[in-house]
């Protein structure tokens, strides 16, 4: 058993670019981490032996007996299935879809591994260091792919529980030209604001660095990169105030690698925003940034091993 004043748990966050695993102390401050990609071509069975790996390393870090029984939180993008313990739908991870990828990790590193989305970790984590503890919390995260996560007086809402689409509030374009979503419909934030459709976009324009030559070509005032954050911009302030219509969040927060990656897009939409509340005599709404960047989903992930909620 370990002393819980110093409790360590392992947060492991496996995303569609980059697999992140470390060790989090009870306060959800990182002790020791490591980081490797995601390599489909590897399969289920070497990342595990990975994963493994991983666990073994950072456990020897922080000076953690090979013979301590520890928690490992996993974080997945996509749709779970809690009973069976696996990933039943994950565009970004297909070949974990049906793999009891949570029984073999727990079995062959010898702890006991739970399973979360990558949502859900990156939302409470987001939550617990957001500094006013809102009431009704509402983060929305643009990353490889688009997820959101809620809470509510305190407790992390389970969204994607048997879900395999987007939510409601997610579909920004009802036009008949909208793009197909990998979801399966039609128009959702993710075929205009995710990563991948953002990477692919700015490629069509003409950027051949894709989202990473956006914000300079922005700030020069370059029309094409203008007109692309312009539309991005419309399509995340509608998902936005989507969300804030249907959950009455007292903060939203905005997060995800496109977020950072492009910091007019946030300004523009958080200034947008204002202006449509402006507009319509609305209380303002507290829009943030994330403050976790890339570790939210492995820090969320070892704090809800902690308290699964
Ligand atoms: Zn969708």
Not at 28 to 50: K, S, V, Y
Not at 108 to 120: I, K, N, P, Q, S
Request: aromatic share 2%; glycine share 10%; hydrophobic share 40%.
């Amino acid at each position: 058993m370990q002393d819980s004043s110093r409790l360590i748990v392992i947060g492991i966050d496996v995303g569609g670019t980059q697999t992140r695993v470390a060790a989090v102390d009870r306060m959800g401050q990182i002790l020791a981490r490591c980081c490797h990609r995601t390599d489909e071509a590897d399969g289920a069975d070497r990342l595990i032996a990975r994963l493994t790996s991983a666990v073994e390393n950072i456990l020897d870090e922080v000076g953690v007996g090979s013979s301590a029984h520890m928690r490992l939180g996993v974080a997945l993008p996509g749709t779970l299935d809690q009973r069976r313990r696996l990933v039943v739908r994950s565009v970004n991870l297909p070949f974990l879809e049906g793999y009891p990828l949570i029984d073999e990790l727990s079995r062959r590193a010898g702890h006991t591994a739970v399973l979360f989305t990558d949502a859900e970790a990156a939302t409470w984590s987001e939550y617990v260091s957001c500094a006013s503890r809102a009431g009704r919390f509402v983060h929305l995260r643009l990353g490889t792919g688009i997820a959101c996560g809620v809470v509510v007086d305190g407790r992390l809402q389970r969204l994607d529980a048997d879900r395999g689409q987007h939510l409601d509030a997610l579909v920004v374009d009802s036009t008949p030209g909208a793009r197909p979503c990998p979801c399966g419909r039609r128009g959702c934030l993710e075929t205009i604001a995710s990563g991948r459709a953002l990477e692919e976009r700015a490629r069509e324009v003409g950027y051949t660095n894709g989202i990473a030559s956006l914000q300079q070509a922005w700030e020069r005032g370059d029309e094409t990169a203008v007109d692309l954050i312009q539309k991005v911009t419309n399509a995340l302030t509608a998902a936005v105030n989507n969300l804030a219509t249907l959950f009455e969040p007292s903060v939203i927060c905005l997060g995800g690698g496109v977020v950072t990656a492009l910091p007019c897009l946030l300004d523009q939409t958080m200034a947008r925003l204002q202006a449509v509340r402006d507009e319509n005599g609305e209380a303002p709404m507290s829009v943030q940034p994330a403050r976790l960047g890339d570790d939210a989903g492995v820090i969320g992930a070892a704090m809800l091993a902690i308290d699964p909620q």
